[in-house]
């Protein structure tokens, strides 16, 4: 068969994501390390020492980043080491953060910050977290001190990571801090997270013109089960408007639209200038009068479908395609801030890794405003309620010793980085089970 090869555009991001919690360690002053010593997460398992960034071994996994030709990476601030106590900024916190993002620079890569991914510094838990408007304020003056010490590196800013996962897993389904199942305390907190991104949107702006500033939405598809049952439609409908279109919908017109209400938050109108979408996996929809906190809709994977290691990802790349072209009604340029599966053997990553990038391709073609993508993750991470069972990362770590290794996807991911494309060469060499339909012919 002759060669050929998907191009990307000049100037694509390539990267790997992380978040705070999940690789620095010895992370003691927030919800999530409260939530661990109450005994929510998998028993025996604990954060621990993560990936020992705290430790100063983020060096060594931007090196191994930049020399597989990562140009960009994107990483997550603690708020809680920031600001520990209301009234006291750690300034040695910052200078951290000031050395790791200059780190990236310094290995050629460029940083994507987000300020806010899961965790809340326990001062903001005991206030009433994000059901509690006053952390839209404190929020607010976190973003601002941040931006103001790390503008000379940072000019690429995520305000709040998967606020629709945070509503949703912390206040409907529990698995989350602080584990209510209660609609009400949900929709609550997604008016304050929207009030809390359009805070830090003008705040970011005053302080550095030219920053880009947007959201990230975990996107998932959600596909009616019976495609001939019109209660089917829609609940699939609804909770696609509640779970994918709610921020980004909002950050464009300022207009919250819940299930049975719509509320007008001015100020988070045209607050995005791109929009960072997280895709994992697609959700079969069906009726069920049963299913109240999930909007009556209840969700499932397709009996079909190929699933990862432990049932957490339906492998469905034509959803990336999907979740783009969805992204584009915002008018904003899309970056693909999270895509990966968990895979402890690196079985099935390399061609999910090759379908999914597949599809961006397919996407840009069409000249849909893809700007990049970051790969989640870069080494095994904390994987919160989930604690160490699921292994993201290019890189498996052994966490007693901080050992890395890594995994094919490793060099895959280094040779489609380097060569900014997706050749047939390497769907031979790394998934030759899907050559002839990528390649047909
Ligand atoms: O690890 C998480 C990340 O923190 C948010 N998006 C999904 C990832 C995989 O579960």
Known sequence: MAQATFKFPKDFMWGTATASHQVEGRNTNNNWYQWEQEGHIIPGHTCGLACDWWGGRWREDFDRAAEGGQNAHRLSLEWSRIQPTPDRWDEDALDYYRQVVRGLHERGMRPMVTLHHFTDPLWITEQGGWENEKTVGHFQAYVEKVVTALKEYVTFWCTINEPNVYATMGYLMGDFPPGKGDLGSAFQVMTNLLKGHAAAYHAIHKIQAEAEVGLVVNYRGMVPHRAWFPLDKLVAGLQSRTYNDFFPHAATTGKLKFPFKTLTVSEAQKTQDF????????????????????????????????????????????????????????????????????????????????????????????????????????????????????????????????????????????????NNALSSQMVEEYAPEVLEKLFPG
């Open 275 to 418: 929009l960072g979408i997280n895709y994992y996996t697609q959700d079969r929809v069906s009726f069920s009068l049963l299913a109240v906190k999930e909007l009556f809709g209840k969700r499932f994977f397709d009996p079909q479908d190929e699933v990862s290691e432990t049932g957490f990802i339906a492998n469905h790349p034509s959803g990336m395609y999907d979740a783009i072209k969805w992204g584009r009604q915002f008018n904003v340029p899309l970056i693909v801030t999270e895509n990966g599966v968990e895979d402890s053997t690196g079985k099935l990553r390399p061609r999910y890794l090759i379908e999914h990038i597949h599809q961006i391709w397919r996407g840009l073609n069409h000249n849909w405003p893809v700007k990049g993508y970051f790969h989640w993750s870069l080494v095994d991470n904390f994987e919160w309620e989930r604690g160490w069972t699921q292994r993201f990362g290019l890189w498996e770590l052994d966490i007693e010793t901080q050992t890395r290794t890594p995994r094919p996807s490793a060099e895959l991911y280094a040779e489609i980085c380097q």
